[in-house]
Nanobody
Framework: QVRLVESGGGLVQAGGSLRLSCVAS????????MAWFLQAPGKEREFVAR????????DYADSVKGRFTISRENAKNTVYLQMNSLKPEDTAVYYC???????????????WGQGTQVTVSS
Protein backbone atom coordinates (compact mmCIF):
# COMPACT_ATOMS: atom_id res chain seq x y z
CA GLN A 1 0.00 0.00 0.00
CA VAL A 2 1.13 3.53 -0.79
CA ARG A 3 -0.44 6.59 0.79
CA LEU A 4 -0.10 9.85 -1.11
CA VAL A 5 -0.62 13.36 0.24
CA GLU A 6 -0.58 16.39 -2.07
CA SER A 7 0.03 19.99 -1.12
CA GLY A 8 0.88 23.31 -2.74
CA GLY A 9 -2.36 24.20 -4.47
CA GLY A 10 -3.96 27.60 -4.19
CA LEU A 11 -5.18 30.70 -5.98
CA VAL A 12 -2.84 32.39 -8.43
CA GLN A 13 -3.18 34.98 -11.16
CA ALA A 14 -2.74 34.05 -14.79
CA GLY A 15 0.94 33.98 -15.68
CA GLY A 16 1.92 32.99 -12.17
CA SER A 17 3.53 29.84 -10.82
CA LEU A 18 2.82 27.12 -8.27
CA ARG A 19 4.72 24.06 -7.17
CA LEU A 20 2.73 21.02 -6.13
CA SER A 21 4.25 18.37 -3.89
CA CYS A 22 3.16 14.81 -3.26
CA VAL A 23 4.66 12.88 -0.37
CA ALA A 24 4.37 9.10 -0.36
CA SER A 25 4.40 6.74 2.59
CA UNK A 26 6.36 3.51 2.66
CA UNK A 27 9.89 2.39 1.80
CA UNK A 28 9.22 1.40 -1.81
CA UNK A 29 8.54 4.83 -3.32
CA UNK A 30 11.55 4.58 -5.61
CA UNK A 31 10.06 1.51 -7.31
CA UNK A 32 6.93 3.34 -8.48
CA UNK A 33 6.21 5.42 -11.54
CA MET A 34 4.47 8.62 -10.49
CA ALA A 35 2.04 10.84 -12.33
CA TRP A 36 -0.09 13.92 -12.00
CA PHE A 37 -3.64 14.12 -13.27
CA LEU A 38 -6.19 16.92 -13.15
CA GLN A 39 -9.95 17.02 -12.99
CA ALA A 40 -11.87 20.16 -13.84
CA PRO A 41 -15.50 20.60 -12.74
CA GLY A 42 -17.85 18.51 -14.82
CA LYS A 43 -15.02 16.87 -16.73
CA GLU A 44 -13.20 13.57 -16.63
CA ARG A 45 -9.79 13.15 -15.07
CA GLU A 46 -6.95 13.99 -17.48
CA PHE A 47 -3.29 13.03 -17.63
CA VAL A 48 -0.86 15.89 -16.97
CA ALA A 49 2.63 14.39 -16.54
CA ARG A 50 4.43 11.21 -15.52
CA UNK A 51 7.90 10.27 -14.36
CA UNK A 52 9.55 6.88 -14.14
CA UNK A 53 11.08 5.37 -11.00
CA UNK A 54 14.51 6.97 -11.47
CA UNK A 55 13.38 10.32 -12.81
CA UNK A 56 15.14 9.64 -16.08
CA UNK A 57 12.02 9.54 -18.22
CA UNK A 58 9.14 11.99 -18.28
CA ASP A 59 6.11 12.69 -20.45
CA TYR A 60 3.64 15.57 -20.58
CA ALA A 61 0.23 16.35 -21.96
CA ASP A 62 0.47 18.66 -24.97
CA SER A 63 -1.45 21.33 -23.08
CA VAL A 64 1.29 21.70 -20.45
CA LYS A 65 4.48 21.05 -22.41
CA GLY A 66 7.00 23.81 -21.91
CA ARG A 67 5.11 25.17 -18.87
CA PHE A 68 5.03 22.31 -16.35
CA THR A 69 7.90 20.18 -15.06
CA ILE A 70 7.58 16.93 -13.12
CA SER A 71 10.45 15.80 -10.90
CA ARG A 72 11.07 13.51 -7.94
CA GLU A 73 13.34 13.13 -4.94
CA ASN A 74 13.38 9.47 -3.97
CA ALA A 75 15.31 10.22 -0.79
CA LYS A 76 12.35 12.34 0.34
CA ASN A 77 9.59 10.11 -1.06
CA THR A 78 8.34 13.16 -2.94
CA VAL A 79 7.24 14.01 -6.46
CA TYR A 80 6.79 17.60 -7.61
CA LEU A 81 4.91 19.45 -10.32
CA GLN A 82 6.34 22.87 -11.09
CA MET A 83 3.68 24.86 -12.92
CA ASN A 84 4.69 28.08 -14.69
CA SER A 85 2.83 30.48 -16.98
CA LEU A 86 -0.45 29.30 -15.51
CA LYS A 87 -3.65 29.88 -17.45
CA PRO A 88 -7.28 30.04 -16.26
CA GLU A 89 -7.90 26.77 -18.12
CA ASP A 90 -5.40 25.06 -15.79
CA THR A 91 -7.94 25.47 -12.98
CA ALA A 92 -8.72 22.01 -11.58
CA VAL A 93 -8.12 19.61 -8.74
CA TYR A 94 -4.69 18.05 -9.22
CA TYR A 95 -4.04 14.47 -8.10
CA CYS A 96 -0.82 12.54 -7.82
CA UNK A 97 -0.83 8.83 -8.53
CA UNK A 98 1.55 5.91 -8.11
CA UNK A 99 1.82 2.65 -9.99
CA UNK A 100 4.23 0.06 -11.31
CA UNK A 101 2.94 0.03 -14.90
CA UNK A 102 4.39 2.63 -17.28
CA UNK A 103 1.21 3.98 -18.81
CA UNK A 104 -0.77 7.16 -19.45
CA UNK A 105 -4.21 6.01 -18.41
CA UNK A 106 -5.46 6.65 -14.89
CA UNK A 107 -6.46 2.97 -14.85
CA UNK A 108 -2.83 1.81 -14.49
CA UNK A 109 -2.30 3.78 -11.29
CA UNK A 110 -3.80 2.02 -8.26
CA UNK A 111 -2.77 4.59 -5.64
CA TRP A 112 -4.10 8.15 -5.48
CA GLY A 113 -3.87 11.19 -3.27
CA GLN A 114 -6.82 13.23 -2.11
CA GLY A 115 -6.15 16.07 -4.55
CA THR A 116 -5.22 19.72 -4.22
CA GLN A 117 -7.16 22.60 -5.76
CA VAL A 118 -5.46 24.93 -8.21
CA THR A 119 -7.38 28.03 -9.23
CA VAL A 120 -6.00 30.46 -11.82
CA SER A 121 -7.73 33.82 -12.09
CA SER A 122 -7.73 35.90 -15.26
Amino acid sequence: QVRLVESGGGLVQAGGSLRLSCVASGPTFSTYAMAWFLQAPGKEREFVARINWSGGSTDYADSVKGRFTISRENAKNTVYLQMNSLKPEDTAVYYCAAGRIWGLSDKVFPYWGQGTQVTVSS
